[in-house]
């Protein structure tokens, strides 16, 4: 089919939607017309999103346009999730196709197992979107993890305890994570990196990807291919200057307020991001004028020291910056 139609549905969430984005510029590269499909409460929030010919942005109302509050009920927010979800995509096929313009595959994230039910039901070709490293994916980590002291063993790779691997595959009380199985998996890493994790699970039809971040900062093709997605945070550009004064290689980026004072005591520059939630003051440390006095994928950078998401990880890999792990919930203990 030339120009296919695809709708990529993800997760309204900063560290989904960058990796989403850049898997559909990979797509409009390739020949593809693309959807970008969330929620409401993203999309209005998104700021400078790419503006790409064969690439357009779709939203559904969830129930929680302003966002998910602290206190509300998650149950209620993933079934509403769910059930509006269902609905606004089952609407968005059938006003594309009676425009002539059919879907010819719909790609969404393990968080919407309800978008293969879609898929399936009007006999449309889905695949799962994996934005995380390929090693830990399958049901074969969600039947041997259900005990903390539980050791997993996977083709290709080392003997694993369960805490090793992200909190979402390890079930508690019960498996709540329904997953529709995939006719293929698009996993956001490379055979360079995971070539026995990516060969070794026979059972999915897994396809490396990655690294999903612009072509500017990865193989140059396209060096004005420079922005990572749709921020959902408002960003300062303030601190180019005093990052352009440093040396190559001198500053350590991080994000971690419990080892401010070891950043004291190291007596090197660094980058510190903290992101201060919506209604909520920003807390003062009690080395905050030292810290200024110091500090404030570049060439100043000589050292992450990230929580370990996917994303940044892989940035860090592909620009060949060294990291000092600090791993945080969820997923990151796996892929520190």
Not at 11 to 16: C, F
Not at 47 to 69: C, I, M, Q, R, V
Not at 84 to 103: K, R, T, V, Y
Request: glycine share 8%.
């Amino acid at each position: 089919m030339s120009n296919p139609h695809i709708v990529n549905v993800t997760l309204p969430v900063q560290g989904h939607i960058n990796p989403t984005l850049q898997l559909d510029k990979l797509l409009i590269r390739a020949g593809a017309h693309v959807t970008f499909f969330t929620s409401a409460s993203a999309g209005t929030r998104m700021s400078k999103s790419p503006n790409l010919d064969g690439l357009e942005f779709a939203t559904f109302s969830d129930g929680y346009d302003h966002g998910l509050k602290q206190g509300d009920d998650v149950e209620h927010f993933v079934s509403q999730l769910e059930r509006l979800g269902s609905q606004a995509l089952i609407e968005l096929i059938m006003a594309s196709a009676n425009e002539d313009h059919p879907f010819a595959c719909l790609l969404y994230g393990i968080q919407f197992p309800w978008v293969a039910e879609v898929a399936h039901s009007l006999h449309i070709p889905s695949a799962l979107v994996w934005p995380q490293l390929a090693t830990g994916y399958g049901e074969l980590i969600q039947s041997k993890g259900d005990h903390p002291s539980s050791t997993i063993e996977l083709p290709g790779l080392p003997l694993l305890n369960s805490s090793d691997l992200p909190s979402f595959l390890i079930p508690k009380k019960g498996n709540t994570y329904k997953i529709c199985p995939p006719n293929k998996v698009l996993v956001n890493s490379f055979d360079a990196l995971e070539s026995e994790a990516l060969g070794a699970i026979n059972k999915f039809n897994l396809m490396g990807i990655g690294p999903l971040i612009p072509s500017a900062f990865l193989d140059g093709k396209d060096p004005s291919d420079t922005s990572f997605g749709g921020d959902l945070f408002f960003s300062s550009k303030d601190y180019i200057r005093w990052l352009n004064s440093k040396p190559e290689y001198s500053v350590i980026y991080q994000q971690s307020e419990e080892i401010a004072r070891g950043l004291l005591d190291g007596g090197r520059p660094f980058l510190w991001v903290i992101r201060v939630k919506e209604n909520e003051e920003e807390k003062t440390l009690s080395c905050h004028e030292e810290l200024e006095q110091q500090g404030m994928i570049v060439p100043w950078l000589g050292c992450f020291v990230p929580h370990c998401g996917w994303n940044s990880t892989l940035e860090s890999l592909t620009s060949g910056v060294p990291v000092v792990a600090f791993p945080q919930s969820i997923k990151p203990q796996t892929q520190s």
